[in-house]
Nanobody, 127 residues
Framework: QVQLVESGGGLVQAGGSLRLSCAAS????????MGWFRQAPGKEREFIAA????????HYGDSVKGRFTISRDNAKNMVYLQMNSLEPEDTAAYYC????????????????????WGQGTQVTVSS
């Protein structure tokens, strides 16, 4: 079992930056692939970024490549999403997710691969 708690969301102007954090409980955090997804009102949940259990492999959605960076600290049971050059289109609820059974880009980029989800943190980018 893994419990996930996101933090770091807020209101920022376009062009600004935010860093989201995801705190994970459990002693086997390093066994889990981790992902970030987002969902805007009236839209489907969208894949943003994922990182392998070791941190050696990362994947990004096309809409955030070059602007967002995912990282993890297994010693602290933390996953981070550094978001730069934010745009109003980035406004959404951001969710952290964990999967123990899947790895590789095909699975880590898919919502259905994840077993555990956080409650989400809101990011609002003003123009």
């Amino acid at each position: 079992q893994v419990q996930l708690v996101e933090s770091g969301g807020g209101l920022v102007q376009a062009g600004g930056s935010l860093r989201l954090s995801c705190a994970a409980s459990g002693r086997t955090f390093s066994d889990y692939g981790m992902g970030w997804f987002r969902q805007a009102p009236g839209k489907e949940r969208e894949f943003i970024a994922a990182i392998s259990w070791s941190g050696d492999s990362t994947h990004y959605g096309d809409s955030v490549k070059g602007r967002f960076t995912i990282s993890r600290d297994n010693a602290k049971n933390m996953v981070y999403l550094q978001m730069n050059s934010l745009e109003p289109e980035d406004t959404a609820a951001y969710y952290c997710a964990a999967t123990r059974y899947y790895s590789g880009s095909y699975y880590l980029t898919r919502e259905t691969s994840y077993n555990y989800w956080g409650q989400g943190t809101q990011v609002t980018v003003s123009s």
